[in-house]
């Protein structure tokens, strides 16, 4: 209390001040996270929506499948450390409003293509290409561009928040997708639902006043080239990122693996329809919102570092249940195993998005991230590739028994780390080398704003 009060820089503290605190009394982060929450779950059900109109209306095969996810995926290959130089030299909040006004547009071409007729895997193709690459750029700007928004002590909060919400669009998208292609007659005009929401995210991120600090003009002088050799050393030689990095780049790419022969084998080898197939997918995502509310009460009772391996070492093994899936009542185990999955996966990533938020210097923000998710998605094209590959090669259930193995003992990059000796993570140099101590941070942002 003595400490909220030095804070708050008075003598006394209502409660009405301390509920201020929080997130919930947050204009401006409740307009981003509103429009982020419809946006995601349009988003989530594009990505059931297009691998369904790849099988259901092209007859495309599992090595076809597999290539649409990989476009859609390579993207972060292509564009993600460029994009991290972009995000440290501009304005943040333009470049999420532009890569959503773009994003509506692609996508809007699959429903009017199947209206007259012409769709086709090679539009499928190139909308998740050109989709994929303003994901990268809106992703990237908008994990830099929380902190300016938010304390520093606040991100756990904000992040979970975020997360609670992502996850909850991973439930409801597909399910959504299913019956949407269900009451339409096709999975094409689902897509709709899409563009819509990235309308809505516009709007939201337009009635935001925080004003963002500028860009610091130093970086401006160096070559895109030099900013991201600096993105990537700083990751390099951090003690945790280059273990939380390759820890999730192994994930990554075998759940890409599983996900992408997943909505195969539900569809041919258990004869699933499409709305069974977004209802599985849908209940399996819940574990995201429970993982998503238990981070947070978590990381106090055990520690943040224990929080980095735990969800995966004790509920990514669950993914093995995946393919002993049959037909009838036997899906469940499809559902059950996305459920312990993907509340592992969500505790895991609120943990490393929030401490790589609360240790990067500010004017790294961009190309920290940037380097982060270009390893971390730059995995995904190759799993989807590697699932379409081995889907036809040696079978589905082989795959994916393959994938969930390969996905859950990527966690022994931080297992078998001095990291696991450790109750919490300490934000010193040992582990944050040449980063500002998060106290310096909160108030250098407090000063800007």
């Known amino acids: ?83 991290g130089a972009l995000v440290d030299r501009t304005v943040k909040h333009h470049l999420m409003i532009w890569s959503n006004a773009g994003r509506a547009v692609v996508l809007a071409g699959v429903p009017l293509a199947a209206t007259l007729s012409h769709l086709s895997m090679a539009q499928l193709y190139v909308t998740a ?9 809106f992703e990237i700007a908008y994990q830099s561009y929380l902190p300016t928004l938010i304390r520093r002590d606040q991100l756990v909060e904000g992040n979970g928040k975020i997360g609670i919400t992502n996850s909850l669009s991973e439930v409801i998208g597909p399910s959504l997708a299913g019956g949407l292609a269900s009451l339409l007659s096709s999975a094409a005009y689902a897509v709709t639902a ?26 401006s002088r160096k070559t895109i080239g030099k900013q991201i050799a600096e993105g990537v050393r700083y990751v390099a030689r951090h003690t945790v990122l280059r273990r939380v990095v390759a820890c999730a780049t192994m994930s990554s790419l075998f759940n890409m693996t599983l996900m992408t022969v997943l909505v195969v084998f539900l569809v041919r ?23 998503a509310f238990t981070v947070g009460p978590l990381s106090r009772l055990i520690g943040s570092a224990r929080m980095f391996w735990a969800g995966k070492l004790f509920l990514g093994g669950f993914a093995l249940l995946i393919p002993l899936a049959g037909p009838g009542w036997g899906v469940v185990l499809v559902s059950v195993g996305l459920c312990a999955t993907t509340a592992s996966v969500v505790m895991f990533n609120v943990s ?53 193995l390969g996905s859950w003992l990527a966690v022994l990059f931080i297992v ?15 582990y944050a080398e040449k980063a500002p101590e998060p106290a310096a941070l909160a108030t250098e942002l407090r000063a800007k704003r």
Not at 129 to 137: C, D, K, Y
Not at 195 to 216: A, G, M, W
Not at 272 to 289: E, R, Y
Request: positive net charge; glycine residues 12%; aromatic residues 6%.
């Open 1 to 83: 209390m003595a400490r909220l009060r030095r804070v708050m820089g008075g003598t006394h503290v209502t409660k009405t001040q301390a509920k201020r605190q929080t997130l919930w009394w947050h204009r401006d982060f409740l307009l981003l996270w509103s429009g982020q929450t419809v946006s995601d779950i349009g988003s989530a059900v594009t990505v059931l929506a297009l691998p369904l109109i790849a099988v259901s209306l092209l007859g495309a095969s599992t090595f076809e499948v597999g290539a649409l996810s990989a476009s859609g995926t390579v993207a972060y290959l292509l564009v993600a450390l460029p994009a």
């Open 416 to 430: 078998l780390s001095p990291i696991r000796y450790l109750r919490d993570i300490p934000l010193h140099e040992a």
């Open 194 to 219: 899409d563009c819509l929401s990235f309308v809505i995210s516009i709007v939201s991120l337009l009635l935001i006043r925080t004003p963002e600090p500028p860009p610091r003009a130093n970086g």
């Open 269 to 291: 080898t258990l004869h699933a329809s499409a709305g069974t197939t977004g209802l599985l997918l849908g209940l399996g995502s819940a574990g995201g919102v429970v993982g």
């Open 352 to 404: 490393q998005v929030s401490y790589r938020q609360a240790v990067c210097p500010p004017e790294l923000l961009g190309r920290m991230n940037a380097t982060m998710r270009w390893a971390i998605r730059g995995a995904k094209p190759i799993g989807g590739l590697l699932g379409g590959v081995l889907g036809d090669w040696i079978g589905l259930r082989e795959t994916l028994f393959m994938a969930a």
């Open 129 to 137: 290409l050109v989709a994929g690459m303003l994901t990268a750029v």
